[in-house]
């Protein structure tokens, strides 16, 4: 069975810093691209960043570019979203999320997935 679970959420100041953290089992986490997508309040699912398996592709949403870095951890089947300079607009919630597909391009930019970890609360709030 696959689940994700992200932490790492909290409540932080405007220009503030936050890792965000999505622990992956159930699949073979290193041939899996991987996704992070948030809601704000009362919005729909935006794409936030993408990564390849081996964590040498990484694509950003414009918001996200020059202040979200999105890595991986391989041996420890971790995800991890370091968010910088964070601004109100960033409250959200975040999910870590993954499709069937092996391929980068299936995720990038993409709102559907198959599966989705619960989520993590991020607050951007002086």
């Known amino acids: 069975e696959v689940q994700l679970v992200e932490s790492g959420g909290g409540l932080v100041q405007p220009g503030g810093s936050l890792r965000l953290s999505c622990a992956a089992s159930g699949f073979t986490f290193t041939t899996s691209p991987m996704s992070w997508v948030r809601q704000a309040p009362g919005k729909g699912l935006e794409w936030v960043?993408?990564?390849?398996?081996?964590?040498?592709?990484?694509?950003?949403?414009?918001?996200?570019?020059?202040r979200f870095t999105v890595s991986r951890d391989n041996a420890k089947n971790m995800l991890f979203l370091e968010m910088n300079s964070l601004k109100p607009e960033d409250t959200a919630v975040y999910y870590c999320a993954k499709k069937e597909s092996p391929w980068f391009r299936d995720y990038i930019g993409k709102m559907e997935y198959d599966y989705w970890g619960q989520g993590?609360?991020?607050?951007?709030?002086s």
């Open 120 to 125: 993590t609360q991020v607050t951007v709030s």
């Open 49 to 66: 960043s993408s990564i390849n398996d081996i964590g040498g592709w990484k694509t950003y949403a414009d918001s996200a570019k020059g």
